[in-house]
């Protein structure tokens, strides 16, 4: 995927569930003709914890163009009830066929 077209997912607010083991974020697909399948979030420290970050992938995700999706995975970061901040570091798609 072109820097253009991962620019063009867009992640929403995460947050946490009660026990902080689960990481929820919306993400957005805005471009107009291809299905996202496989969406990689950055999470990273919500304090000067090491590691800084960690990477996770939901690659069973299905992201119809110019709909939202949710992305839930287990993290394995601090869970001292901080959300954590997060951000789009790859993605993977195809277009999608009429």
Same mark, same amino acid.
């Given at each position: 995927?072109? %820097? &253009?077209?991962?620019?063009?997912? @867009? =992640? $929403?607010? +995460?947050?946490?569930?009660?026990? $902080? %083991?689960?990481? &929820?974020?919306?993400?957005?697909? $805005?471009? +107009?003709?291809?299905?996202?399948?496989? =969406?990689?979030?950055?999470?990273?420290?919500?304090?000067?914890?090491? +590691?800084?970050?960690?990477?996770?992938?939901?690659?069973?995700?299905?992201?119809?163009?110019?709909?939202?999706?949710? &992305?839930? @995975?287990?993290?394995?970061?601090?869970?001292? $009830?901080? =959300? +954590?901040? =997060?951000?789009?570091?790859?993605?993977?798609?195809?277009?999608?066929? %009429?």
């Amino acid at each position: 995927m072109t %820097e &253009f077209e991962l620019s063009r997912i @867009k =992640v $929403g607010s +995460p947050s946490l569930n009660s026990s $902080g %083991e689960y990481l &929820f974020a919306p993400i957005y697909n $805005g471009l +107009p003709n291809l299905l996202v399948t496989s =969406v990689t979030l950055r999470v990273y420290a919500a304090n000067n914890e090491q +590691p800084k970050y960690l990477d996770y992938t939901d690659s069973d995700i299905y992201l119809s163009p110019k709909s939202t999706s949710q &992305f839930a @995975k287990h993290i394995m970061l601090s869970r001292d $009830g901080r =959300v +954590p901040r =997060v951000s789009i570091v790859n993605a993977k798609g195809h277009e999608e066929k %009429e």
